[in-house]
């Protein structure tokens, strides 16, 4: 999988060092309206924490069979999933890092790395009180619920007054249902069958570089188990494990719908996240059973860099959803802001006759940010269907690629594809490319594939503003509608939320 | 196989190859450099971005060296496979200047130059680097020694022949240009073309080339093509080598302000073909128009790979490929439009349809924009299909048999991108001809 291109040999220094260069500009004082230099001012002398409930060491910087054994032995794992990650580091080995995304990265040095490192307790802000005010605003913006900005602030759990008991109130409620919704260390403890089961079944140790990495030395994550039948009654959401969130920078989740059942997953907030991590490389497996339907909802706002391009997280994301079962389907929808480097396509294998796959996305880049994404769409069982509707906003020097692949096997009988992926320019350095592949074996498929480029119309700018609306305004405005299709497919204060996230990130690109 | 064990025949050859009597020191160096350059490389693989649809087994499995008897101006009489003794039909229904080349080289007695124009220049290119060396250096570029094309490389240090034709500014050649190379061989060699058009400013031509023959040849053309300002180049590819041979072409043209130039590229022969078009819009308000259609049966492949490169403000592309795969055909359609920045209002469209009439039949196609100015308007689509059931249907209901009912559809499909172009009755006539003649090969039922 993965576009299987040439991976030619590449160290990599510094970018994933546990402190990274989240380097503070030094005009940001000057600029504080920008979300870049808030976040930046924000890490100023402030080391959030992270807080998890194992006593822990550091592992030894570095990468070896006994930095795997030493996690593993860590978190009590039992012997297979053991091996299971013995054998991912040694598919890890022998690979090298993908060179064909259209991005600039500079060499990752894997080996001065450290790959286990327990947060240190209450190392946060005490309160609220102690947050950089400048952060407080963005989530005013926002419109975060007040709760949950302590949270997301980084501060430690054990001040966030009722995070914790909501959690455990909609644990109750699933658990009800015999929905299993826990943390990828817990899963592994008390449903290691199904984990077993299912564990790679849809991302295979060596699917690519990146997810044979996060195979070896995953930290922890979520795992979801949805029983026949069952619609869950809420959407779940990261937002319910607070105290579970702060996974680290190797995710791991996985999420299973058995037969017939339903389920809505939020990951990640429109609240600028920070980490202390600048290697990101997660793993989403989605299993979706007969008449099974799973709705992945991300927005991503991790810290981008400061304008000039210093720090920010490298992002790379193996995200893949497997209808397993006949009419069974998958759809995720996206909203990418934040991270210096992005490098994610969600796909669906559509196995099962009659499923459906589906892929929303917007992203934005801004200043020196970069993005590859796209989504990739693997015809095998008849009947089946994909939609992909992506829209690449680019501002500033952001340099913004949709990379998306149709395949259509040859036993795909009348498959259906569209796709539709629209670029808006924003400036005159930025850059909008699409690259489509479209691989077709079966002479019934109908296979679409559009895209138009264009930059934000004078005309539409002139009439908001003649209209009395500011700049920025009329900016949000033109870029909202411009991404209306991507954005209604979101939860709804999920939609809300992005809206407003588009507005934050686009700040200071016109004018 | 390693790279130095695919090259090591090709640069023994190399040694031998007879090249171009009396040619200047500065083109044996450019060959020299670029044999060096192929040995570094060896021959391209899957793992490239740019060939990794491509199956070049065909091509590589065991090397294949250029035709011993590639001499230019030899006696015909010494070469082991003679010509034909009759000038092969021309494809058009009027007066043309004509260049024959058999097995990669000029053939003068097959061929009818005729009275050209004051400013025009039209020869063969052994008899232009004897005659006009000056020209023949615009057939050349760095970009062979240093860039990604090991077949170009290949060909630099080979090619013994080709055509070259080149205007003066303000010339105005009416009558077309029509160049046929007859590859016929009953064993595995090498035809190593190198073609050079220079279109002077306000100058007028067109060309019309074609390739057919019979057995295991390989052609393999460098078509260089520079139009100056305001001058336009009319410029139509027919493809028609025989079912076993191996085709890769590569055309690069450099467009100055205001200047226009349209290819049509018909592919229909060849079992493994590639053509790579390279268009520079350097000029302000310069304009392509790239069209052409892939018909393909058997076990054919085929590659079409058109790159636009939008360097000044004010430039248009259109681009319209279509492709029709029969039983195991493989079409694959790698096209690139590039902006970069400042070049504004660029006005760019391209698109690539399918038609799939089999079940093993199969395509890969990737359409590419790559921006990086923001007041433009750049567009790119992409489909593949079968037969329209509702207008198969149709045709019957109105007492079509299926086999016409079907020939109808893929011939209004394919047709189409011939209307698009534009070229007038004269040019499309042969490129329709051809298309019914390919339909007259393919089976009723798919």
């Known amino acids: ?511 | 196989m390693t790279i130095s064990e695919q090259v090591a025949p090709f640069v023994r050859a190399f040694r031998t190859a007879p090249g171009i009597s009396d040619e200047p020191e500065w083109l044996c160096a450019h060959r020299d450099a670029s044999i060096r350059h192929f040995a570094a490389t060896g021959f391209p693989t899957r793992s490239a971005e740019s060939w990794r649809f491509t199956d070049l087994r065909p091509l590589t499995a065991s090397p294949i060296l250029p035709a011993p008897d590639a001499v230019p101006n030899a006696s015909e009489r010494a070469l082991a496979d003679p010509p034909p003794s009759d000038p092969p039909p021309s494809e058009l229904s009027v007066p043309t200047h004509r260049i024959i080349l058999v097995n990669g080289r000029f053939i003068p007695r097959l061929s009818r130059i005729g009275a050209l124009p004051p400013g025009v220049w039209l020869g063969s290119t052994a008899d232009t680097v004897k005659a006009r060396p000056g020209l023949i250096a615009a057939a050349f570029d760095a970009s062979e020694i240093v860039g990604s094309q090991p077949f170009a490389a290949l060909n630099a240090a080979f090619f013994a022949d080709g055509f070259v034709l080149a205007l003066e500014p303000g010339a105005v050649l009416e009558t077309p240009i029509e160049v046929i190379h007859l590859g016929r061989t009953d064993t595995p060699v090498a035809f190593h073309l190198r073609n050079a058009i220079i279109a002077g400013s306000g100058s007028r031509a067109t060309v019309i080339e074609s390739t057919e023959g019979s057995g295991p040849g390989w052609t393999n053309a460098v078509t260089a093509i520079t139009v100056d300002a305001d001058a336009s180049l009319r410029h139509i590819r027919i493809q028609n080598d025989g079912s076993e041979a191996i085709h890769t072409a590569l055309t690069r043209a450099t467009l100055a302000r205001g200047a226009r130039y349209e290819n049509f590229a018909l592919t229909l022969g060849a079992r493994l073909s590639r053509q790579d078009i390279q268009v520079a819009l350097s000029g302000e308000g310069a304009s392509v128009a790239l069209n052409g259609a892939y018909l393909l049966r058997g076990e054919q492949e085929a590659t079409f790979a058109p790159h636009v490169d939008h360097q000044a403000p004010g430039c248009r592309t259109d681009e319209v490929l279509k492709g029709v795969m029969q039983d195991h055909a493989h079409g694959v359609f790698l096209g690139t439009i590039a902006v970069r920045p400042g070049a504004d209002q660029t006005d760019a469209r391209q698109l690539n349809r399918n038609l799939l009439l089999s079940p093993w039949a199969h395509v890969d196609t990737k359409p590419e924009l790559e921006i990086l100015a923001d007041d433009v308007k750049c567009s790119h689509g992409a489909t593949v299909g079968s037969l329209d059931e509702a207008a198969l249907f149709y045709l019957q209901a109105r007492g079509l048999d299926e086999t016409t009912a079907r020939h109808m559809l893929i011939e209004a499909f394919a047709a189409d991108v011939i209307d698009t172009a534009a070229l007038g009755d004269i040019l499309s006539a042969p490129l329709r001809r051809h298309l019914r003649d390919w339909l007259g090969q393919v089976g009723g039922a798919a």
């Open chain 1, 1 to 511: 999988m993965g576009f299987d291109l040439a991976m030619p040999d590449l160290a990599m220094p510094e970018a994933a060092t546990p402190n990274p260069a989240v380097t503070v500009s030094a005009d940001s004082a000057e600029t504080p309206d920008t979300l870049e230099s808030f976040v930046s001012a924000a890490n100023e002398g402030y080391k959030y924490g992270f807080v998890t409930d194992i006593e822990a060491d550091e592992a030894e910087p570095g990468l070896t069979e006994d930095t795997v054994r030493f996690i593993s032995a860590k978190k009590g794992e039992p012997e297979w999933l053991l091996s299971w990650r013995l054998k991912a580091f040694q598919r890890w080995q022998q690979m090298s890092d993908p060179q064909w995304a259209k991005l600039k990265i500079a060499p990752i040095d894997f080996q001065g790395a450290c790959y286990y490192s327990a947060p240190k307790q209450n190392a946060g802000p005490k309160s609220l009180d102690e947050v950089d005010p400048e952060l407080l605003k963005t989530y005013e913006k926002l419109g975060i619920p007040l709760g949950e900005r302590a949270a997301l602030a980084g501060v430690a759990v054990d001040a966030v007054f009722d995070s914790v008991s909501v959690a455990t109130t909609y644990k109750e409620k699933l658990g009800e249902l015999g929905i299993i919704f826990c943390s990828f260390g817990e899963a592994v403890r008390e449903h290691g069958d199904l984990v077993r089961k299912y564990l790679g079944s849809v991302v295979p140790q060596g699917d690519n570089f990146f997810a044979a990495l996060n195979s070896a030395v995953f930290s922890d994550g979520s795992f979801v188990y949805v029983p026949p039948g069952v619609r869950c009654p809420m959407e779940l959401s990261t937002y319910f494990r607070i105290n579970a969130a702060k996974t680290g920078q190797f995710e791991r989740t996985l999420l299973i719908a058995d037969k017939g059942s339903h389920v809505s997953y939020l990951e990640g907030c429109t609240a600028p996240q920070r980490d202390e991590n600048q290697l990101h490389a997660a793993v989403v497996e989605l299993i979706a059973l007969e008449d099974a339907e799973i709705k992945y909802s991300t927005v991503q706002n991790w810290y981008p860099g400061d304008a000039e391009g210093r720090g920010g997280i490298y992002n790379f994301v193996t995200k893949r959803g497997a209808c397993r079962g006949d009419r069974a389907k998958i759809s995720w929808a996206q909203v990418e802001t934040g991270s210096a480097i992005t490098w994610k396509y969600p796909s669906c294998l559509l196995e099962g006759d009659h499923s459906v796959g589906a892929f929303y996305s917007v992203a934005i880049t801004n200043n020196r940010q970069q993005a590859d994404t796209g989504t990739k769409m693997i015809h095998i069982g008849r009947n089946t269907s994909s939609t992909v509707i992506s829209k690449g906003i680019s501002a500033g020097r952001g340099q913004n690629t949709y990379r998306g692949q149709i395949k259509v096997m040859p036993k795909a009988e009348d498959a259906r594809n569209f796709t539709q992926c629209d670029s808006l320019l924003i400036g005159k350095s930025c850059g909008a490319h699409t690259v489509p592949y479209i691989d077709v074996r079966n002479p019934t498929a109908r296979v679409e594939h559009e895209a138009t480029t264009s930059k934000i119309s004078e005309d539409q700018m002139f009439y908001c503003q003649q209209r009395g609306l500011p700049q920025e305004d009329a900016l949000s405005l033109i870029v909202n509608g411009f991404c209306k299709e991507v954005l209604k497919e979101l939860p709804m204060e999920f939609a809300v939320e992005a809206q407003k996230l588009l507005a934050v990130s686009l700040e200071g690109s016109v004018g």
